[in-house]
């Protein structure tokens, strides 16, 4: 898989095209192989927008996670079962389609303290390397950039589904995938310190994605 992560129900609202995602960030760096991809069984697939979801999940005031989805996001992902460490991804995701729920939250996550979207309106996941962990799993490691800095980052993936064929004919793989990151790594320090101890704002970011992807034409 190849890309430029709480669980959420929505999905990525963007219009399918050619593109689909496997994003992932992870701030430990695993020990990683890479392997020359198999150009005869390795195949390329593109998001479902409509039944994927990519999520984050941060502390707030030290007593409750707040979640949020990003609800656009296009990428591609090559995947061989037979050479899982093969895997590449690509994924693009909009910023300023972040959404908690909450307007005022929402601004302030877009703003320079947090994101900073009118300057850096994208983050991107580029993977570099995969490495099987038995039993269909695998980590996937890459370069997440966000605000402009980018990081060596690991993506769990499991749960990869054998290929259906959907109604409409299309063969279709799915896939869950999660990571964490320390937000400070991408210059998001923002805080306040509360009265009672602690701080307003969690510093490791939970990142969930529930994937549905279409085999590319």
């Not at 729920?101 to 850096?120: I, M």
């Not at 400070?184 to 009265?195: I, R």
């Not at 969690?202 to 085999?215: F, M, N």
């Amino acid at each position: 898989m190849r890309s430029r992560n709480a669980e959420f129900p929505r999905g990525c609202e963007t219009a399918p095209t050619n593109d689909g995602i496997v994003p992932g960030m992870n701030t430990s760096t695993a020990a990683s192989t890479s392997t020359t991809p198999s150009t005869s069984t390795a195949a390329r697939w593109t998001l479902d927008p409509g039944h994927s979801a990519v999520g984050f999940s941060v502390r707030h005031l030290m007593i409750t996670n707040v979640r949020g989805e990003l609800e656009k996001c296009r990428g591609d992902v090559t995947y061989d079962p037979q050479n899982p460490e093969a895997t590449r991804i690509d994924a693009t995701i909009d910023v300023a389609s972040l959404n908690t729920r909450e307007a005022k939250r929402d601004a302030d996550l877009r703003s320079a303290l947090f994101f900073d979207v009118e300057n850096h309106p994208n983050m991107t996941f580029v993977s570099k390397s995969a490495r099987s962990r038995g039993d269909g799993n695998l980590d996937v490691t890459g370069d997440l950039t966000i605000r402009g800095t980018t990081r060596e980052v690991t993506l769990s993936v499991h749960d990869i589904s054998a290929v259906q064929v959907d109604m409409r004919g299309n063969p279709r793989i799915g896939a869950t995938a999660e990571t964490k990151i320390k937000r400070s790594d991408f210059g998001m320090t923002w805080n306040k310190a509360l009265d009672a101890g602690g701080v307003v704002v969690g510093e490791v970011v939970t990142i969930t994605l529930e994937l549905s992807l279409v085999k590319a034409a």
